[in-house]
């Protein structure tokens, strides 16, 4: 699919401003378990990063007051969630809007067109993007389904309450945040 500004929804201000107070460290540890898990769930994406997983990605959502930082490793994946301009160094770069990443990793967007649009920047070490975006576009994955299946035998009902969270998310910021269903 391609994209240009007009399409990718940013988060509304007032709801990231009202996120600026917001402690860290619960939605660090929050995507430090997914993350984990996804990796479990998902050998063969990390696996497919080869000689990059060990690369660090700043991820910086462009509308949100805080940014992200990833090391992919399959048996030790990183995340940090850290303050914007307290960012750690990094092999690699991607910004825009938080519409624009997580279309990214349900396959809503394609990538060149957001960074022809520039609505996506990249800096760094472009094989280590290359491999990212490729891994995660095998892989399909689907937060919503990550997030749920954190939580093991209750994954299921999780999942249900996520999507509905997620369908009501979409609903006030435009953002989809649960990747569509097939058949749907």
Do not use: C, W
């Not at 401003?17 to 479990?40: E, I, T």
């Not at 825009?96 to 960074?115: C, S």
């Amino acid at each position: 699919m391609s994209s240009n500004s007009a399409t990718v929804p940013e988060l509304p201000s007032a709801l990231a401003f009202g996120l600026r107070p917001l402690p860290l460290a619960p939605l660090a540890a929050a995507l430090d378990l997914v993350v984990k898990s996804a990796a479990r769930r998902h050998p063969a994406m990390f696996a497919r990063l080869g000689d990059q997983a060990g690369k660090r990605f700043l991820i910086e959502p462009t509308d949100l007051p805080f940014v992200v930082v990833m090391t992919p490793r399959a048996e030790d994946p990183e995340v940090l969630v850290v303050r914007r301009g307290e960012e750690p160094e990094t092999d690699a770069r991607i910004a825009g809007p938080l519409g624009a990443l997580i279309g990214l990793i349900h396959g809503a967007y394609d990538g060149d067109a957001l960074f022809f649009s520039r609505d996506l920047a990249v800096e760094g070490d472009m094989s280590a993007v290359v491999a990212l975006r490729n891994a995660l576009d095998d892989a399909e994955i689907d937060l919503v389904a990550e997030a749920a299946a954190v939580l093991g035998p209750l994954a299921s009902p999780a999942e249900q309450v996520g999507r509905l969270a997620a369908s009501v998310a979409e609903t006030i910021t435009g953002i989809a945040f649960a990747r569509p269903r097939s058949g749907s």
